[in-house]
């Protein structure tokens, strides 16, 4: 592992083919086929994230997932995504493809429909929850930060098997949009792409990081949260060390850490990695005030943590903040 760590990611000689990934593409792909988009298949690449330039019908693919080790590396930094995560990113990274490939973005009715494509786009914005006139698919009211996303959630819907979204959307704003997504489908089904290829964002080969380098600046990239936490979580992890079924809450706290971060990214619209940093100072903090959970009361402890943590993602959203004073 150390002699991966200080390797330059491009010495690394990564690639899609007869890596894990190579049957998600392929799956992918029959999808596309499935849904009678035959002409249309965008290029996959490994890149630094998970992206699509914008204009541009390619699809790029974090390089981590092309490898057991560096995967295995991601999972102990990050949350790494499982495999129907990893659909479920292809599925909307093709959608913003296929907006760009067909240059829906400047007809009249996909600006009608989704709004200006030259919109100012915003990493941290504020979502309506529970609007009904957008799809949900990725974590945090995805399809409401920009009409591009819009778009590409819609596509995904559209694109997963079985989503059932004519039942699911039934009396929704949103089923104007996945009927649209339906009829230009059936129309460009056999049409070749305005823009058949695109120019590819920094490539695996181009990035001449190590990869502790590379993982040293995305934590530095997020910001770290300084909260006055210890009353409230006394409060919560109140159990006696003395107790048979005491146990460190610290340990509770980060077996359940990955399912706690994805169900508040999900409903409060948190950017993912802040909710994973406010995560990973509260379990610190739990550990240094050496306070207990207990078995008997896990689900207890497990409700109560959550709903602190999305109330303070929800201060955050709104506020800018996490505590006010």
Not at 146 to 161: G, I, Q
Not at 280 to 289: S, W
């Amino acid at each position: 592992m150390q002699e991966i760590l200080n390797k330059p990611i491009r010495d690394l000689g990564l690639k899609i083919e007869a890596s894990p990934l190579q049957r998600l593409v392929q799956q992918l792909y029959r999808e596309l086929e499935q849904k009678r988009l035959l002409k249309f298949r965008p290029l996959c690449y490994l890149s630094d994230e998970w992206g699509c330039p914008s204009g541009e019908p390619v699809i790029g693919i974090p390089f981590y997932l092309a490898n057991a080790d560096l995967s295995h590396l991601e999972q102990q930094m990050n949350d790494l995504e499982d495999t129907r995560e990893i659909m479920m990113y292809l599925r909307h990274e093709a959608g913003h493809a296929f907006n760009y490939a067909y240059k829906l973005h400047q007809t009249p009715e996909w600006k009608q429909l989704f709004g200006s494509f030259r919109r100012p786009y915003h990493d941290n914005y504020r979502p309506i929850p529970f609007s009904r006139n957008f799809v949900r698919h990725l974590a945090g009211w995805y399809a409401q930060k920009h009409p591009d996303e819009d778009f590409a959630e819609t596509f995904a819907v559209w694109l997963t098997p079985r989503s059932a979204w004519r039942k699911r959307y039934r009396g929704w704003g949103a089923m104007a949009k996945l009927q649209y997504m339906n009829r230009i489908a059936r129309k460009l089904g056999n049409a070749d792409p305005l823009r058949r290829r695109g120019r590819t964002d920094i490539t695996v080969d181009e990035m001449e990081a190590t990869v502790s380098e590379f993982y040293q600046r995305v934590n530095d990239e997020v910001p770290l949260v300084d909260l006055a936490l210890d009353t409230d979580l006394r409060d919560i992890f109140d159990a006696s060390k003395r107790r048979k079924t005491a146990k460190p809450a610290h340990q509770f706290l980060h077996a359940q850490k990955k399912a706690v971060v994805d169900k508040v990214a999900y409903w409060t619209g948190a950017q993912r990695p802040l909710i994973k940093k406010l995560i990973e100072v509260i379990e610190k903090r739990i550990e240094e005030l050496s306070l207990f959970a207990d078995s008997g009361r896990e689900p207890e402890h497990l409700i109560q943590i959550t709903v602190y943590v999305t109330a303070l993602a929800m201060n955050y959203t709104a506020r800018g903040k996490f505590v006010h004073p």
